[in-house]
């Protein structure tokens, strides 16, 4: 038996499949890089926004047309849409053999191997219609998929804090807290396997712990992965809401990347109580100075959201001015997407899609003007790079990243010496600045 897995999504879907890729490894069965190789297809889907959605069900066809004129006898959907939208699934797209969710994510090895004994509603197709609640550990059968020195690690699933605008309690449930110790022994184990950098990610990184006996939280565990091999540790996903005195007090006592991940959304008061984000725009405002403060040479990455229903011009431009006084080193920017089953799917005053459009392409404009007065003065620079592996841009052997720039997000230094390697920790000195592009050379 041989298996395809595609994998879309954010990293929090490319830690359940290297999960299922260990599953099925364990179990003997072989995992290729090809669909055209493999006798079961396996697609992990997202279904966070609409374009998500629209991307996992273009890959479903695609791959039920290879599997239509190829080898593969099965189709199989697993992951955030099948746990929200099984049924219709089954319903609507005949060329799936199989669902999966995000509930029972364990049963990936029955399920390729196609047992016909499971018996449960409605149909013999539809696997793990569980309600989430499945949490892996560090004993859990991984395979990294990607030959890179970076790994997720995920200490959470799901979310309590009902935004709006977000759908994913629906489907990824409640907040649920792996045990400390037991992601400890997962990144004491990842260190085993070359990998130099561990990313901390889930849905809501600041809430880790608070349904955990003994009052651990965040700071107790970014304190306990002070102690691992691995040098270099970046929480991920930091929602503003959480920050405390306490959080901060242990944050600088701990060994942890000069990087904060922390999503604003919005900016405008108004906006931000209709969003239900718990926060203010003063207090956020506070948080990034105290953070600034307090971590020498801090990048600080966030997201917002443009669109949202009741969005007004002046709301957008209360947005637009945080932006220019914060500064952020890096932004991503959204347009909102109507989520069936949210409270702002039936709020009134709803923003046309062409304004969102529009909006999105002046905070984009504002943030590019700014990152790009800020990377200027990495010029000249000597900075710490770690080394990914070959460059995508052939005029490059290869590419790492600093220490402020995360994987797949933050763009990469093209690296000129031939002499390194992947998993390397080099010293470089940053000799071309172009918008966000870096060209790093040997300090020496």
């Not at 299922?20 to 279904?47: F, K, Q, R, S, Y």
């Not at 045990?179 to 997962?186: F, G, K, P, S, Y």
């Not at 991920?236 to 242990?250: E, G, S, T």
Request: net charge negative; glycine share 8%.
């Amino acid at each position: 038996m041989k298996v395809h897995l595609t994998t879309l999504g954010c990293p929090k879907n490319q830690v359940d499949s290297e999960l299922m890729l260990g599953m099925l490894a364990a179990a003997g069965i072989e995992a290729v890089a090809t669909p055209t190789a493999a006798d079961c297809l396996v697609v992990n889907t997202c279904a966070f926004i609409e374009r998500a959605r629209e991307e996992s069900v273009n890959a479903i066809l695609e791959l039920a047309q290879l599997r239509a004129g190829g080898r593969a006898r099965s189709l199989i959907v697993t992951g955030c849409l099948s746990q929200r939208y099984g049924r219709e699934l089954l319903a609507e797209l005949p060329e799936v053999d199989a669902i999966l969710g995000t509930g029972e994510l364990e049963r990936i090895v029955e399920v390729v191997r196609g047992r016909t004994d499971w018996v449960g509603p409605p149909t013999p197709k539809a696997w793990g219609e569980a309600p989430p609640g499945y949490l892996y550990g560090a004993g859990t059968p991984r395979l990294l998929a990607a030959r890179v020195p970076y790994a997720y690690v995920k200490i959470a699933e799901g979310c309590d804090m009902g935004c709006a605008f977000c759908a994913i309690p629906q489907f990824r449930g409640n907040h649920r807290s792996r045990a400390l110790r037991d992601i400890v022994t997962e990144v004491e184990k990842l260190a085993t396997k070359r990998i130099r950098e561990a990313i901390l990610v889930s849905q809501d990184t600041l809430a880790y712990g608070k349904d955990l006996p003994g009052n651990e939280d965040i700071g107790d565990l970014l304190l306990a992965l002070s102690d691992t091999p691995i040098p270099w540790i970046r929480p991920m996903y930091l929602h503003p809401a959480h920050v405390n005195d306490r959080l901060l007090a242990k944050w600088e006592r701990a060994r942890v990347l000069p990087y904060l991940d922390m999503p604003i959304q919005h900016a405008d008061d108004g906006i931000l109580r209709r969003m239900r984000r718990g926060v203010t725009s003063r207090r956020m405002k506070e948080i990034f100075k105290t953070f600034r403060q307090a971590i020498p040479g801090l990048t600080l990455r966030t997201t917002v959201l443009v669109g949202f229903p009741g969005e007004s011009e002046a709301a957008f431009q209360h947005l637009l001015d945080f932006v220019e006084e914060v500064c952020f080193d890096r932004l991503g920017v959204f347009t909102y997407s109507t989520e069936e089953g949210t409270p702002a799917a039936v709020m009134a005053d709803q923003v046309p899609p062409e304004v969102m459009a529009e909006r999105a392409r002046i905070v984009q404009d504002t943030q590019d003007r700014i990152a790009w007065e800020l990377q200027k003065c990495l010029y000249g620079t000597v900075q710490t790079v770690l080394v990914d592996g070959p460059s995508e841009d052939p005029a490059f052997p290869w590419e790492g990243r600093m220490a402020g720039q995360a994987p797949e997000i933050d763009g990469v230094v093209y690296l000129r010496d031939r002499t390194l390697t992947p998993g390397q920790f080099a010293r470089v000195r940053i000799v071309e600045v172009e918008g966000y592009e870096l060209v790093g050379e040997p300090a020496d």
